[in-house]
């Protein structure tokens, strides 16, 4: 059981659009519509933000928005606010009914 | 409102054990799936067990044969009894509730757990 793959790092100016990918394999991401990601403050419980690879929950802003192509999902950020600055991890369900994290994103806004 | 705490996390020599517990509110714990995720200090969020909806219960093999996921339904707490600790698994415990696969609505304010002599 690897972490899925993700930058350790990006960056984006207000305003702008940053995409964020998790790379898997077929054993997780591609082989399931079970991709969810979350977004991390400082010191507070991780919140989530996607899951089933596109949906976003109650009172998730549509500035966040998701896809998948074969095992390699993406989290789009559009719209870049202040308060996006936060750590951000996907998870994917995976064969024999585990659940894989990816390693984490720390985004920063310019 | 829906809402999880945890309680039982502390300091703990390696070798050690120390059992998690996580109270529900607002839902019912053998209603769907709950989880147990940890944060060592400074680093990412790592999956550790499930408990689902019809009792069947996986780990982590970081975790496997160690760790052993509960629920006490009359309680409406989860827990996570954790043996043979060792000091790299020093870590906030999240419980957490998933709606649906892999999708984590509710999580509580976490419980550190120090493995160290």
């Known amino acids: 059981q690897s972490a899925l793959t993700q930058p350790r790092s990006v960056s984006g100016s207000p305003g702008q659009s940053v995409t964020i990918s998790c790379t898997g394999t077929?054993?997780?991401?591609?082989?399931?519509?079970?991709v969810s990601w979350y977004q991390q403050h400082p010191g507070k419980a991780p919140k989530l933000m996607i899951y089933d690879v596109t949906k976003r929950p109650s009172g998730v802003p549509d500035r966040f928005s998701a896809s998948k192509s074969g095992n390699t999902a993406s989290l789009t950020i559009s719209g870049l606010q202040a308060e996006d600055e936060a750590d951000y991890y996907c998870?994917?369900?995976?064969?024999?009914?585990?659940?894989?994290f990816g390693g984490g994103t720390k985004l920063t806004v310019l | 409102e829906m809402q999880l705490v945890e309680s039982g996390g502390g300091l703990v020599q390696p070798g050690g054990s120390l059992r998690l517990s996580c109270a529900a509110s607002?839902?019912?714990?053998?209603?769907?799936?709950m989880s147990w995720v940890r944060q060592a200090p400074g680093k990412g969020l790592e999956w550790v067990s499930v408990?689902?909806?019809?009792?069947?219960?996986y780990y982590a093999d970081s975790v496997k044969g160690r760790f052993t996921i509960s629920r006490d339904n009359s309680k409406n707490t989860l827990y996570l009894q954790m043996n043979s600790l060792r000091p790299e698994e020093t870590a906030v415990y999240y419980c957490?509730?998933?709606?649906?696969?892999?999708?984590?609505?509710?999580w509580g304010q976490g419980t550190l757990v120090t493995v160290s002599s």
């Open positions: 998870c994917s369900y995976a064969a024999t009914y585990a659940l894989m």
């Open positions: 077929s054993s997780d991401v591609g082989g399931y519509n079970y």
């Open positions: 408990i689902y909806s019809g009792g069947s219960t």
């Open positions: 957490a509730r998933a709606g649906r696969p892999a999708a984590f609505d509710y």
């Open positions: 607002g839902f019912t714990v053998n209603n769907t799936y």
